[in-house]
């Protein structure tokens, strides 16, 4: 495992670099989304975001910056755990968003799926 991990270390520089491979980790290990985002990219990218301590919305600021080897360490931990575990980002990192707004959650939080909160958004009108 050592060498792998010197392996992503070395290849994977960037926060963009990081996103992508995370996203392609979880499609190959057949994750599901829902509690709080509905992809593999965009799980990815909270994930590496919440590592770094980085709100969403300066993720254009910084998708091609470097990461430290701390930085590394925190989200390869993470993705790992995500994948192993096969636990929500949301009871990994403690928070989640929901119809744009951040909550923080534990365990026994039931973390409503995306679509509701599409619904509570439109005041519950047809679409």
Same mark, same amino acid.
């Given at each position: 495992?050592?060498?792998?991990?010197?392996?992503?270390?070395? %290849?994977?520089? $960037?926060?963009?670099?990081? =996103?992508?491979?995370?996203?392609? @980790?979880?499609?190959? *290990?057949?994750?599901?989304? !829902?509690?709080?985002?509905?992809?593999?990219?965009?799980?990815?990218?909270?994930?590496?975001?919440?590592?770094?301590?980085?709100?969403?919305?300066?993720?254009?600021?910084?998708?091609?910056?470097?990461?430290?080897?701390? %930085?590394?360490? $925190?989200?390869?931990?993470? =993705?790992?755990?995500?994948?192993? @575990?096969?636990?929500? *980002?949301?009871?990994?990192? !403690?928070?989640?968003?929901?119809?744009?707004?951040?909550?923080?959650?534990?365990?026994?939080?039931?973390?409503?799926?995306?679509?509701?909160?599409?619904?509570?958004?439109?005041?519950?009108?047809?679409?």
């Amino acid at each position: 495992m050592e060498t792998q991990d010197s392996a992503i270390f070395s %290849e994977l520089v $960037s926060v963009r670099d990081w =996103i992508r491979w995370g996203a392609t @980790e979880f499609r190959r *290990a057949g994750l599901f989304f !829902g509690h709080g985002t509905d992809n593999a990219w965009d799980e990815a990218a909270h994930l590496v975001l919440w590592s770094i301590c980085t709100p969403w919305d300066r993720l254009n600021q910084i998708v091609d910056t470097r990461l430290t080897a701390a %930085e590394k360490h $925190s989200i390869l931990a993470l =993705i790992q755990r995500r994948i192993h @575990e096969r636990l929500p *980002a949301a009871y990994l990192t !403690g928070t989640a968003f929901f119809a744009g707004m951040e909550f923080q959650v534990t365990p026994d939080t039931l973390i409503p799926r995306s679509p509701i909160a599409e619904l509570i958004e439109q005041g519950f009108a047809p679409g």
